[in-house]
């Protein structure tokens, strides 16, 4: 399959490629678009066999269900029974954007493989002109993984995804790199108190303004769990070829940490805020200024996907805290270091 990538900047004449992506979609293909948080993978939510195509080309396991993209507040009723009160505060003051909401779906509404055996779905509004405008076209929902290959980092360019899903899928929509770079927050609003599945974007603090308490599970304590809730975060993510190590964000620390790894013989990529770079690793690819967690946000994946392109043997990647969006950034790390710490000798 010959794969296009279109690209829909202010630019050019989008209204075709718009066309092109909602016939796509409408004859049961999947197409590629992005969003403000990562680029997307998606096919109308309610044919089976088109989502099953999402499956495939990510080759990922059918045990993870898929997040439905809709266009409007309005439309949560066509596929929720009882829509929580907490869940209508969270889509007034965060929809459009980075928040998907778990809820009991209504049975037999959606395709089977969006969830996966499970009786909820998690549903989300974008914010992202792309997204929208292709949601409004097509008036219907899309079942939307990211767009990688499973394991890998999420797309956060068109680049990203013709990277991993090249030959595999029919069309990409080129909105530029995405905003925020990080995927959505997941939240679910079944339990009592709401718990955050996965971090994001929208964090705890913000959360906690609007609907109270919010539990947010450390990732020790979600690998203890047999069976995570958010089936996603039990699998290999975000992980590069090479191993990734963390490091505390210290120069000194990260000083000494390169020049042991030298004389070890291995080549060194660092991904790490600016003033890292005078330290003279083999790469280094930045996070940003001074530790901006937005910006490292933005940035990760990108750098994570670009330690693939170097012959870096070792990756360092500097943390952060986890207040804000930094619960986020470092559950994506500790996923892609698969929790290894670099340890100093
Ligand atoms: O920002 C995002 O959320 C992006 C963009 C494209 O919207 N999408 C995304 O989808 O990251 P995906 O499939 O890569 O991650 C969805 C996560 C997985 O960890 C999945 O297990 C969890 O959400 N999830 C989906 N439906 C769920 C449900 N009903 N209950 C619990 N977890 C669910
Ligand atoms: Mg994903």
């Known amino acids: 399959m010959k794969t296009s990538c279109i690209s ?11 066309q092109q992506a909602v016939d796509l979609l409408n004859k049961g293909e999947v197409v590629a678009f992005p969003t403000e948080t ?27 269900p898929l997040i439905v993209h809709i266009g409007s507040i309005e439309e949560v009723s066509t596929y929720i029974e009882e829509i929580p009160e907490i869940a209508i505060k969270c889509m007034e003051k965060f929809w459009p954007g980075p928040l998907t909401i778990v809820m009991k779906a209504k049975k037999d509404v959606l395709a089977k493989s969006v969830t996966a055996g499970l009786t909820t779905v998690g549903l989300r509004m974008p914010d992202h002109p792309v997204a929208l405008n292709l949601l409004q076209l097509l008036k219907q929902p899309v079942a939307a993984p990211s767009a990688n290959k499973s394991g890998k980092p999420s797309p956060t360019k068109a680049e990203h995804v013709e990277e991993d899903l ?39 603090e913000m959360l906690e303004e609007v609907i109270g308490e919010v539990n947010q599970p450390t990732l020790s304590q979600q690998d203890k769990k047999e069976t995570p809730k958010a089936p ?13 190590y963390l490091i505390e964000q210290d120069l000194p620390t990260v000083e000494k940490a ?15 805020p600016s003033e890292f770079e005078e330290l003279q690793a083999d790469y280094f690819f930045s996070f940003g200024q001074d530790g901006d967690k937005d910006e490292i946000g933005v940035k990760l994946y990108d750098d994570l ?20 969006v930094g619960a986020a950034i470092m559950n994506r790390l500790e996923k892609a270091a698969g929790g290894k710490w670099y340890q100093l000798k």
Do not use: W
């Not at 680029?39 to 993870?64: M, Q």
């Not at 530029?176 to 599945?197: F, K, M």
């Open 8 to 18: 829909v900047n202010n630019d050019v004449d989008k209204s075709e490629a718009y």
């Open 166 to 204: 090249q030959g595999l899928i029919p069309l990409i929509l080129d909105g530029g790199p995405t905003g925020i770079g990080l995927e959505s927050t997941v939240l679910d609003v079944t339990v009592n108190p709401p718990a955050i599945l996965r971090p994001g974007g929208v964090t705890k």
């Open 38 to 64: 990562v680029y997307g993978l998606g096919a109308i939510a309610t044919n089976n066999e088109a989502v099953n195509k999402i499956f495939a080309a990510k080759g990922r396991p059918s045990d993870n």
């Open 258 to 272: 390169i020049e042991q790894l030298r004389q070890e013989g291995e080549i060194i990529a660092l991904l790490a």
């Open 232 to 244: 996603g975060m039990k699998y290999t993510h975000y992980a590069p070829n090479a191993p990734v």
């Open 305 to 324: 996907r670009a330690c693939d392109k170097t012959n870096a043997s070792i990756i360092l990647a500097t943390t952060t805290s986890t207040d804000g």
